[in-house]
């Protein structure tokens, strides 16, 4: 061990992160005449101007009249810490679409300081052509001002009600993998990207800056990362701000990229710095996919990316009362916090808020001076109008093969077995081949085990990283593949949402275990969705496709870490309108219902289906009829025809399926005067009342189904309560009894983990005699014992042998 | 733009990441001699051979008859790829500590690939003293072997009946994060962590790493983390594995670690090289220790780690029918799938065991011959048995000041406002002084957000990473802080977890929204301790305490991706034996339960309660008492002494407590007549039936409370369904109306999002009269209109003005 390793004591290398000397840059730069310096900075505190306006003012937006307590908002809300940082960004980011005639877009990670953006949008003319009654005058400044993070008015985040915007950055991490996505299959496009210091010390965003593994330079566009280090948090400096210069330079290197540091607090320095760094980096993404177009060659280059260290809070105070605010913690949300009970400090935002010299920015009609908007981009290449985020204005109904002509044949319920994940998979090869450019699937390297792995034959696994020559041996690597696997469900997911929020369509596959690994992302995107139900000018995107397998009911074996099926609890709580829930019983379910899903839009399906092989039920014919209704009786399993049953034995999931049928032959054997009717159930919101979901039964249909006076026995696939959580509203709830995992598990056999959580066939039996009462006798009571006695055998045989009997494993209907 | 940024093609540098070429190593070495090699080495193929013993066999343990299908499992399961790096890596820091003396604990990220430690564990004799029926002799091994991945044995994974493991590494990522938590406060200890190539893939993982930033060489341990590349992940090339060397050894010198290199596949050749190599690291964490802690002064060396690269499923066979094996991903699990119906594949297997010589290595008898077990360290030191992995063997009861002594005075119920969690704080900042090393509080910065920051006073915030001036003005950094901040739910969960699995005892506090973020790991922390529940030599952890805040009702200024108070629907699927949720009204209700959470053990708690200002209810005495009963009438509110009231108002959570009060004092306005009775419940639990939860409530009980025969209108703090989820089983239900939030918000005040949600006092009013029906007759009705005119003014009022009416806000209960 060497002494010197010992790298740094605590008080060492400030001036490596301190904003506060002299300007430092990688590159360096002089380009910029005085006039274009001063235009740039004029255009820069109209944006600060403007940004302070929405946090503070309700009236006197040109400070026109003496600043009064009465202009300003009772409630003050929104951020201003990054909103300088990202305003600056934006606006250089701005000259080189300009000189270059770039088609980028703009996504903001933190999302927080949406002011920083937001101001820009509005002096680009923008907002104003989205929300004519924001206009370019006074009276639209003040609405302008006022709507913000105001009741009735938009939020202080880069919501869904703002033009330009595709990326809220509510909750933060998923920048990266977002911009990556919007960028896939879009080869012209940029996203310029801010990713805030906070945000990069989530995990989700330390691990997407490895999505440039991902990108092939030849039929993808690109993605600019501009790592804006402000310094601070909420109330906490952040990791990445104080590191060594040395560490930072190398993480990033490290990530795959080529790190360009402007660092500083003097603006004109500081515009000439970006100026020339900014360049570099288009210049070299420009070179970079010259090169591969040119010569057809794909390869990963070290991507430019800009570290921007400029001072949280940036033209703020550098002190008020004697403590820190730019340049500290406390600039991070509204900077001067007693403006509406301390007229000092009231009169210090006057004086900043001049300090801008708003008079010579806009005119006294408060339209922006015309020599200033000149360095707007032109119409179409304003990052603010770009179509890409309002996806839906671009999409395209994606191209499905007829799903009816890849049918499992089934020529009489209940007696053959088939994979229905390979079925599936058979028809979504097609989909993979017939859109080529705007259909990828997605998944944390689990495709493969999920057998969906018939799809590599339109379309590989995405690798644009190093290859060896095994992986001739069935890698099915390619840097055009169309399938996209990383072991990060938080990437897979962005990409899959920045890829749909751009426009196109995709399918997410993962263990149902791990996908509430990524709860809070899909609860974020249904949010963005339904929020955008309510913007007029946001068009219909494709539906998030979340296809869940390897579900608990198969994890047996990989113990009780693999075993939760309450995705779905999340997931229910959404918005009606957004959510959708689908486990089709078998293949021709599981064909009819992916085909629905990918023909919708502006939902989150989630399909629950396992991947080994099963039982199937229905023909092509009886499926499409099924998953049309949702639910429904089955009548070649019913014997209740034209009479009231004494007990319905509803199922819904495919494993639950064939456990809730088997136990109904067995009650059928036991006992063959009841009357039993099955019901199945696909569309699990079909269980909800219509008045609360669209796809809601009448209570006259759900009891014509259900009934409202006999048992129901529901073999459900996740954790029971979720349908007492869906039916609570029926008549007849004390009657419904419902099996399915209640969070017991171990290394079981299939059937002995269902036995564990009395779910299995022996036990739903069992639990339909118990509610038959009294009235079955004797026979009941010894078709129980019965019962007992073959659940018992079964564990046994379990532990014993490590195996199911295999007559319960290869079982069929009993005709 | 220069060319030669352009790295490499596609198929460049293979000979940086291929194994296959000559061993590499950062420090080379040549210390170990031939009969050192030739050990080392023997109890290598000791653990391999029981490595495919646990994977294949049943019988015939010790391969002293020909191998036949009789003796394989009828199931293979299990994990290979990792088994044999792993071993290697546990040799060789078995080696160091015998020669340095360690206190030392291994974590195993890749836990899938457990057998290769489980077989260090059982050869080191540990496995044995655990379970003695595992006894250390042919049948013991027998058993061993058997017991694996079998129904009624262990599972796959470093499950909780692995003795030595406190991470079972079933959902991957939080390898890191854990042996931090695990280090901190335990000087002495050294968590030697192996991280997979394909967990450092996952976003939690990738963000760990900076864990080295909140680490005090003086005070607490070290984690030395050893990256094995081996390759591969399930079917697909790790991004790690593949990229260039340079950006490799980059990427962990950004994040501040000294990476050491050892790469190969040559036995001879890598022993060398991992001794010296794993000397080093082991030299430099003692060195850093000396000197932070003989100068006092706490800094941050860049620690040591190792990146291993070998080969997947090293020592299998390289080709298997034409196709690769070891080195590919095809060794992932199980390495020979056809062994039960291919004779040549069994052979194969005999063959490939054989090759360890397990003769030489066991005797006749299975016990590990006498010169091979010397190598272990000495009884007392063997990481499988560290007590620190068992933490609740060394937890020791936290030192608690009397809540009581710190109540909130309340002379009258409901007329006095306080900040609840203001008055924790305090009584907390005693807790973090009283157990100074014992004792930590975690969150994603936003502790001092969260009103909490008072305990700055007996701990600031950890910071072993760069400072700045300004930090002194407020910053609450320190080295020694007992605070622990990092904007990553997941590494902060992770620490906690760690820290209370090594037995001692935190608290997290968290924005409520963003819990979600973590509901995987709290998912897999709550499995965790319910299957320690069954293994009879776990002791009992201190409960993993989640204390959420800034809640939903409270989040009406940030908009709609701040509002989500779902967690607790996660939460309730989890185990009754685990999980406990409390709602607490009011600042005493909060200590007595944060006492309460402080002194249980073994169970996932989750505090709701609100950070901002609130109306007070009861004194401590009567919160006691309330939180003690979980749930009860409150007399002081309630008109139906001694009576059936004609109507229940129930209310859980604080903001609902308050909205349900206001709409009871409105109904007793209006409607003087009506008996109401208003019922607090704190335990959320309390709700189900006593059969399905031990804090549930009995029917009678319930009843008495509830009634089965009266309207309830219960305002709840999360999402309404939640209620009927636990109450479906109970009489009455048609007449249980519940409100709470339904995914309805925008930027709004308090009262105008309540109102939009209908979970306002007005529209519990209205709900109230609704369900009272005709009897209420003409008053009802104009009650009724009453109430909707003043709703309509509220939501008016705030879209006018930005606020609720004063009278609204300041509301108390009207005496």
Redesign the interface.
Known sequence: ?A?D??????????E???VYSKTRSTISGDSLSKDEIEKLTKWFHATLYLCLGMLYL?ENPLLQEPLKKEHI???L?GHWGSDAGQSFTYIHFNRMIKKYDLNALVISGPGHGAPGLISNFYLEGVYSEFYPNISEDKAGMQRFFKQF?????????M?PETPGSLH?G????YSISHAFGAVYDHPKTIAMTIVGD??S????????W?SN?FLNPITDGAVLPVLHLNGY???????LS???E???????????W?PYVVAGSDLEDMHQAMAATME?CV??IL??QK?ARESG??????WPMIILRSPKGWTAPRKVEG??LE????AHQIPLTKVLTDDAQLQQLEKWMHSYEPEKLFGKDGKLVPELRELAPSKGKRMSENPITNGGSIRQPLSLKKFQDFALDVPKPGVTHGASMEYFATWLTHVVRDNPTSFRVFGP?????NKL?KIYEAGK?V?????????E???N?D?KGRVM???????VEGWLEGYILSGRHGLLNSYE??I??I??MV??HA?WI??SLEVSWRQQIASLNILLTSTVWRQD??????Q?P?FL??V????PEVVRIYLPPDANCLLSTMNHCFESTNYVNVIVADKQDHLQFLNMEDAVAHCTKGVGRWDWASNDQGAEPDLVMASCGDVMTQESLAATALLREHLPELMIRVVNVVDLFKLMPNQYHPHGLTDTEYHALFTDNKPVVFAFHS?P??V??LT??RRG??LMHVRGYK?KG????PL?LAIRNEADRFSLAILAIDNLGARLGNKGAAAREHLLTRRLGCKNF??E???DPEDQTNWTWPY
Not at 170 to 173: D, I, T
Not at 572 to 575: A, E, L, R
């Open positions: 061990m002494p390793k010992v790298q740094r004591t605590l008080t060492d290398g400030q490596e992160w301190s309700k908002k009772p409630r809300l993070s105001f009741p009735g008015g938009i939020g202080s985040h919501t809220e509510g909750e933060l991490g906070g945000e010390e989530t995990g989700p965003l330390a691990t997407s490895h593994k948090k909420i109330h906490n400096p952040t990791v104080r590191i060594p040395e560490e930072l330079i190398a993480l990033f290197k490290g990530y795959g080529t570099q210049k070299e070179a970079y090169q060659k794909a390869f990963r280059p070290s403590h820190y340049g500290f913690f406390r390297d689990e495709t493969q085990s792995s696994k690798w644009v990283n190093g290859y060896l020559p095994e992986d041996d069935g890698g690597l840097p696997e990383m072991l990060s469900e938080h990437t275990p791990f509430h690994i709860d809070s609860n974020q949010k339904e929020k074996h990989n113990g009780f870490t693999h939760d309450g609890d999340v229910v709580n959404k918005s954790y309560w979720l007492h959580r609570y509203k709830q004390h969070e171990n290394i079981d056999t002995e379990a532990f042998t490590g195996m």
